[in-house]
Nanobody
Framework: QVQLVESGGGLVQPGGSLRLSCAAS????????MGWYRQAPGKQRELVAA???????NYADSVKGRFTISRDSAGNTVYLQMSSLKPEDTAVYYC???????????WGQGTQVTVSS
């Protein structure tokens, strides 16, 4: 079992910045990937950015150059630094992790990010 606790959402003006955090606990040695998804009203949940076990990262095209995913040295906490925010970034952001042996997927509770003037 892995537990994910998110923090850092809120209201920000267009062009502003926010940083999201996600702390994992439990069977963290079995984490294969960890990252962030988002879901806007009326839309499907989509990948924003994620770390793979080998340290490689992948980003949605819509956030490349504006968002940066990082993690602490222990790999227990991942961060999403969001800059140059746009109204279309408004969504509930969910932390996600996938473990191996067994393969299971876990989600955080979600944190609201609203970009509005």
């Amino acid at each position: 079992q892995v537990q994910l606790v998110e923090s850092g959402g809120g209201l920000v003006q267009p062009g502003g910045s926010l940083r999201l955090s996600c702390a994992a606990s439990g069977s963290i040695s079995r984490i294969n990937s960890m990252g962030w998804y988002r879901q806007a009203p009326g839309k499907q949940r989509e990948l924003v950015a994620a770390f793979q076990r080998d340290g490689t990262t992948n980003y949605a095209d819509s956030v490349k150059g504006r968002f940066t995913i990082s993690r602490d040295s222990a790999g227990n906490t991942v961060y999403l630094q969001m800059s140059s925010l746009k109204p279309e970034d408004t969504a509930v952001y969910y932390c996600n992790t996938i473990t191996f042996l067994p393969r299971r997927e876990y989600w955080g509770q979600g944190t609201q990010v609203t970009v509005s003037s």
